[in-house]
């Protein structure tokens, strides 16, 4: 197989990163017995010459989710620096990481994403243990 396909394969995997690491693995159904709200945050390696394609991606996942129970907001960030590694980073607030799992296994059923290449995701749930509102 040229090396070529072999990348976009990777790099095909790794954008579904999202969809297979949120489908009940082990570590995560342990960490996730209560129902609190948690925060998705997702950050995007991916070129110069693909961030409008994986943007347009982000607003069809961003269509389909905000459907999906529990889903509360999302956000796509873009760097102001050419030279990050993360050119784009996504925030998204689920009721519970059952209702992120949830919607993760209706979005790997519908397909979308299927064809995104070039893009590594490095997507992750986290809650919130620390806070500071900020001046009053």
Known sequence: MPMMIKRRILNLLAALTILTTATGTPTMAEDTKTRQPVTLINAFEVSENQIEET????????????D???????RLHRSLSPDAKFQLVNVAQWQSPQDFQAA??????????SDMRGTV??????????TDEGPE
């Open 121 to 130: 995701f490095h997507a992750a749930l986290y809650q919130v243990i620390r």
């Open 55 to 66: 943007i347009r991606f982000w607003e069809q996942a961003r269509d389909f989710l905000k």
């Open 104 to 113: 993760i296994v209706a979005m790997r059923k519908s397909d979308l994403g």
């Open 68 to 74: 999906q129970p529990g889903y509360i907001s999302t």
